[in-house]
């Protein structure tokens, strides 16, 4: 399906250096991968609907609560910085200028 020099062109695309094996190696592979393609674009999947995976996989997560902490000080006092009751950041975003 694929020649080697298709293989070399885009290997020099995509700046790979590749010996003559590294692109023989290439070619059989490449084109094995390709013939497989083929082969499922002979499939009918007019039925199928389009999907992301083959399982269908859902994040199990907990509805987000706000609860106080009991000990804010505790959590404060472990601070590198503060600023009355706030932790203090390095700021991170500067003014714009115009």
Same mark, same amino acid.
């Given at each position: 399906?694929?020649?080697?020099?298709?293989?070399?062109?885009?290997?020099?695309?995509?700046?790979?250096?590749?010996? @003559?094996? $590294?692109?023989?190696?290439?070619?059989?592979?490449?084109?094995?991968?390709? +013939?497989?393609?083929? /082969?499922?674009?002979?499939?009918?999947?007019?039925?199928?609907?389009?999907?992301?995976?083959?399982?269908?996989?859902?994040?199990?997560?907990? @509805?987000? $609560?706000?609860?106080?902490?009991?000990?804010?000080?505790?959590?404060?006092? +472990?601070?590198?910085? /503060?600023?009355?009751?706030?932790?203090?950041?390095?700021?991170?975003?500067?003014?714009?200028?115009?």
């Amino acid at each position: 399906m694929l020649d080697r020099e298709q293989v070399h062109k885009v290997a020099n695309l995509a700046r790979l250096e590749m010996t @003559p094996e $590294e692109e023989e190696q290439m070619t059989a592979q490449l084109s094995s991968i390709l +013939e497989y393609f083929q /082969q499922l674009s002979e499939l009918d999947t007019t039925d199928v609907p389009p999907t992301t995976r083959a399982i269908d996989v859902s994040n199990v997560t907990r @509805p987000d $609560e706000l609860r106080p902490y009991s000990d804010r000080e505790a959590i404060l006092k +472990e601070a590198p910085d /503060q600023d009355g009751d706030f932790f203090k950041v390095p700021k991170i975003l500067q003014a714009e200028e115009s």
